[in-house]
């Protein structure tokens, strides 16, 4: 079978990475910092595992776990095992939890958001300078979706700060293990006192709307804590990765960002064609397999890890064409991605995402159509994220505003 690929940390080379677990085949064995697993690039593949109730989330099930080969020193157990939510367990306790926060983040929830996404977006604009090299992350991706998921969970605008800061450490893997595990433990403290801050006094925001008793079966403090701890995690972190792939793609294709500006093609076209082409997670930790799994010719054996390779799967040639190497908005409708997920637990927040996206893509390229990388696009870099598709900054000049 050959040795495993070994999953960079450092995420010095993605492309690459990319390119060779995809021409390894639909599901390949990887390794994970000294964990095996295998990892799916084929979205058919992906598909029916996502919906294959013999892969679970429980942490218990995975044999690298029960022989004590991984522990909690291992870097990535965070992603793996981060507590109780509805991204960590399945069948009946996940559709309790997961119901839950649907029944929170309705339509109208959302649509009440418009108006604090119009005007974050507004103000971060208006507070770019007039002159120099601007990181468009640092000074409007990175602040619009953590300012509006912390409205959405009503958490206290003083607290954002030290959030980033924990959450940057939790995803990085140049953070020493002990630092992480402090991070996650007063991510924990500061979500645990916001919930109970909220049983003595509810608000107009999910946090409340999650411990009211009406809607379904009533969530305990651990589960709320739990679920929000994760919505905020993934709601900002992926959202950032979003938006600054969609304008690295852009600047990197001016005739397709010409034809956007000139209504030729749709802000909803380029949204979704960055999320198959360079989607937010690269790599999503992970499911175990309760039997032997037949996929094909392979077998993933009772015990093994499962990884999805999202950025692999959106670049399967058999779904995407010859060309799904290629940034192209025009892609016919056909080749759907599966970059939010699918089966049970499909993304919840791919909505508030996209809603966030469609609103800073439009207002930034509208008041700078002439932005443009400040430095060559092969001197970017990404962060040591593993499961993160994210550049540590995207230095651009902006030009004169329209």
């Not at 009406?214 to 959202?239: C, I, Y």
């Amino acid at each position: 079978m050959g040795c495993p690929l070994a999953i960079d940390p450092l995420v010095r080379d993605l492309d690459g990475e990319t390119h060779a677990l995809r021409e390894a085949g639909p599901l390949t064995r990887i390794d994970l910092l000294g964990a095996p697993a295998w990892a799916v690039t084929g979205q058919t593949e992906a598909r029916r595992l996502l919906n294959d109730p013999r892969l679970v989330k429980t942490i218990a099930r995975w044999r690298e776990w029960r022989s004590g080969a991984v522990t909690r020193g291992w870097p990535l157990i965070g992603m793996v095992d981060p507590g109780r939510s509805m991204f960590t367990v399945d069948g009946p306790e996940h559709r309790k939890l997961r119901a839950k926060t649907a029944q929170a983040i309705t339509p109208r929830r959302l649509e009440r958001l418009r108006p604090v996404i119009d005007d974050v977006t507004a103000r971060l604009l208006a507070d770019l300078p007039a002159e120099g090299t601007v990181d468009v992350k640092a000074r409007f991706a990175a602040p619009l979706p953590m300012t509006v998921v912390s409205v959405l969970m009503g958490v206290d605008a003083e607290l954002r700060p030290r959030q980033h800061e924990l959450w940057s450490a939790f995803f990085s893997l140049r953070t020493p293990q002990d630092e992480r595990l402090a991070a996650i433990a007063e991510l924990n403290d500061v979500f645990t006192r916001m919930v109970r801050a909220r049983a003595r006094q509810p608000a107009d925001d999910l946090t409340s709307a999650l411990l009211r008793p009406d809607g379904g079966e009533p969530l305990s403090e651990e589960e709320v804590v739990g679920n929000l701890s994760a919505m905020v995690a993934a709601g900002h972190e992926t959202t950032v990765s979003l938006i600054v792939n969609a304008v690295r793609a852009l600047m990197a294709n001016p005739d397709q960002l010409r034809q956007v500006l000139d209504g030729e093609i749709t802000w909803s076209a380029v949204l979704e064609e960055t999320l198959r082409w360079d989607p937010p997670v690269t790599h999503l930790l992970m499911r175990f397999a309760t039997e032997d799994i037949a996929i094909g010719d392979t077998t993933i054996g009772e015990g093994e890890g499962v990884v999805m390779s999202y950025r692999a799967i959106g670049r399967d040639r058999r779904e995407h064409g010859p060309d799904a190497d290629v940034f192209d908005p025009t892609r016919p409708t056909r080749a759907k991605h599966t970059t939010f997920g699918h089966g049970p637990h499909i993304c919840s927040g791919a909505a508030l995402a996209k809603l966030e996206a469609s609103t800073a893509l439009p207002a930034l390229f509208g008041r700078y159509p002439q932005l443009r990388l400040a430095v060559p696009d092969a001197e970017l870099r990404h962060r040591p994220v593993l499961t993160q598709n994210d550049l540590e900054a995207l230095p651009v000049l902006l030009g004169d505003p329209a």
